[in-house]
């Protein structure tokens, strides 16, 4: 059964800073991971799809790194900023029909 | 519609009273999902959808708990005899299709709150 795993579960970073949040999977015969960005009380915003065929996907300040031998992956913001306060979902999708969702990891970034 | 839309985005129930739930996937999307995110907990898949195939209802909690999709668009979650340990926010995805390669759209979510 797969199981996801999402380091550090929160974090308080001063506006500006380079941060980076790790999830790890324990079946690597993945479809694609997907980061999502959760804010309180809504739905999903779906950052980065990372196929499992590639290591990163990038969009602006984000980045997104995939070693599927390893079972890792790691999302990188850059010159953060307290609009990026939210929720950061990983979720991995692989043999059956279910993605399969970490526990989260929850920022703050300070002003 | 441009996105997957969920209705009512807010529902307060009594106990022991049924529920349905909505969901309108993106047009053409084959596959449909339901998760659950009770407060402070990860998301719980419930129910997979995909174009005429028989769902895939591994994560129902219950028997009290239910789903159809009709037409392969608009699904409805329905649950019966609500108790309140099914307060939570259940959020609707759906995905082009059957092909993995794709990533999954969510809703806004229904907070449904049992009292």
């Known amino acids: 059964k797969q199981e996801v795993t999402q380091i550090p579960a929160a974090l308080s970073v001063p506006e500006g800073e380079n941060l980076v949040l790790n999830c790890s999977f324990t079946d690597s015969a993945i479809y694609n991971l997907q980061w999502f960005r959760q804010d309180p009380g809504k739905g999903l915003t779906s950052l980065l799809l990372?196929?499992?065929?590639?290591r990163e996907q990038t969009s602006g300040r984000l980045n997104a790194s995939l070693d599927k031998s390893s079972g890792r992956s790691t999302l990188y913001i850059a010159a953060s900023q307290p609009g990026d306060s939210a929720t950061y979902l990983c979720?991995?999708?692989?043999?059956?029909?279910?993605?399969?969702f970490g526990g989260g990891t929850r920022l703050m970034v300070k002003p | 519609g441009a996105g997957v839309s969920q209705s009512p985005s807010n529902k307060v129930t009594e106990k022991g009273k049924d529920v349905e739930l909505r969901c309108d996937p993106i047009s053409g999307h084959t596959a449909l999902y339901w998760y659950r995110q009770s407060l402070g907990q990860g998301l719980e898949f419930l129910i997979y959808f995909q174009g005429n195939s028989a769902p895939d209802k591994s994560g129902l909690p219950s028997d009290r708990f239910s789903a159809e999709r009709t037409g392969g668009s608009v699904s409805t979650l329905t649950i019966q005899r609500t108790q309140q340990e099914d307060s939570a926010v259940y959020l609707c995805a759906s995905s082009p299709g059957q092909r993995p390669n794709y990533g999954y759209t969510f809703g806004s979510g229904t907070r449904l709150t049992v009292v």
């Open positions: 990372i196929q499992s065929s590639q």
């Open positions: 979720a991995v999708h692989n043999a059956g029909n279910m993605l399969t």
